[in-house]
């Protein structure tokens, strides 16, 4: 399994989707590139982080910026050269 194919088998991964064989590989994988490993555990910390979000506020996404916030963002954005 290459480092694409695990980013693309992913979520099946994590929701227990993948045969016996595939799990094999992609574990295999796992096992040999730490870059891998690496990615799987901030991906598990990024699930994480929503899922407590969203108890807490009740929603999946942050709340909107405010206007006068994207406002002013932008205006330095522009100014820069």
């Known amino acids: 399994m290459t ?3 695990l980013i693309e088998f992913l979520a099946e991964y994590l929701d227990g989707g993948l045969t016996p064989g595939q799990r094999a ?3 295999r994988h796992l096992g040999l590139c730490r870059a891998c490993a690496d990615y799987l555990d901030a991906y598990r910390q990024t699930i994480r982080v929503v ?3 969203s108890q807490i506020t009740g929603r999946c ?5 405010p206007p006068d916030l994207v406002a002013a963002v932008t ?7």
Request: aromatic share 4%.
């Open 75 to 81: 205006a330095a954005a522009t100014r820069r050269p």
């Open 3 to 5: 480092c694409k194919e």
């Open 25 to 27: 590989a992609f574990e």
């Open 61 to 65: 996404a942050p709340p909107p910026l």
């Open 51 to 53: 899922r407590a979000t």
